[in-house]
């Protein structure tokens, strides 16, 4: 099946900076990724639909200007949390919609981030 | 909006025995697909089944079976001759079916955590 990869699985860092975290498909070129951000415990939330070479739709209560998301290939979508702080720490998903399906979403294994 | 509705935050079964995962939905629209996922503790999102709304027919796969009754917007997960492998969260899942792009984003229900006891 398709591969979704994520990098880092896991990160932390210090309130006040910006951390990216990365999004490849790894065997398929992606149109259209999503990124989810999930609490222990609790469901996933989407957070955007990122589109490549264009702008991402973001989810209604979600900050465009703390996380800003690119697409800027086929491959490779970025969520870069900017002025991060300990309540953005989450676990943060992203998946990819292979082409030519319309349906099937393969998600990437997710990043932890802890803000001290 | 759509909304999804999993009204059992905790289950258990026995190895080797069935269990049925309730699940619960609302929609105006009348194309959509339905979708069942697993979240093990490794937290890696795995794909159990998925349904299209026009089908009549229910999806299987192996040991996984739904029963998806479109009048009343109920999907449910039938888990036959549990293992220990299927302790994880189960997620059900709505998409809208076509429109591209931010159409295919998935609403979740807030899941049932499956446990397997040997």
């Known amino acids: 099946g398709a591969v979704v990869s994520q990098h880092p699985s896991w990160v932390i860092c210090k309130s006040g900076t910006s951390v990216k975290i990365e999004c490849r498909s790894l065997d398929f070129q992606a149109t259209t990724m999503f990124w989810y951000r999930q609490f222990p415990k609790q469901s996933l939330m989407l957070m955007a639909t990122?589109?490549?070479?264009?702008?991402?739709?973001?989810e209604q209560g979600v900050e465009k200007d703390k996380f800003l998301i690119n697409h800027a290939s086929l491959t490779l979508s970025t969520l870069t949390v900017t002025s991060a702080h300990p309540e953005d720490s989450s676990f943060y998903i992203c998946?990819?919609?292979?082409?030519?399906?319309?349906?099937?979403?393969?998600f990437g294994p997710g990043t932890r981030l802890t803000v001290t | 909006a759509q909304t999804v509705t999993q009204s059992q935050p905790e289950m258990s079964v026995q190895e080797a025995e069935t269990v049925t995962l309730s699940c619960t939905y609302d929609?105006?629209?009348?194309?959509?697909?339905l979708f069942w996922y697993k979240q093990p503790p490794s937290r890696q999102m795995i794909l159990v089944i998925r349904?299209?709304?026009?089908?009549?027919q229910n999806a299987t796969e192996n040991r996984f079976s739904v029963n998806f009754q479109k009048a009343a917007k109920s999907f449910s997960l039938k888990i036959s001759d549990s293992q220990l492998g299927d302790t994880a969260m189960y997620f059900c899942a709505f998409m809208k079916h076509g429109g591209g792009g931010s159409n295919y984003k998935l609403t979740f229900g807030k899941g049932t955590l499956l446990t397997v006891n040997p």
């Open positions: 998946s990819a919609l292979p082409p030519g399906t319309t349906y099937e979403q393969y």
């Open positions: 990122s589109n490549e070479g264009s702008k991402a739709t973001y």
């Open positions: 349904q299209e709304a026009y089908k009549q």
């Open positions: 929609t105006s629209e009348n194309n959509y697909y």
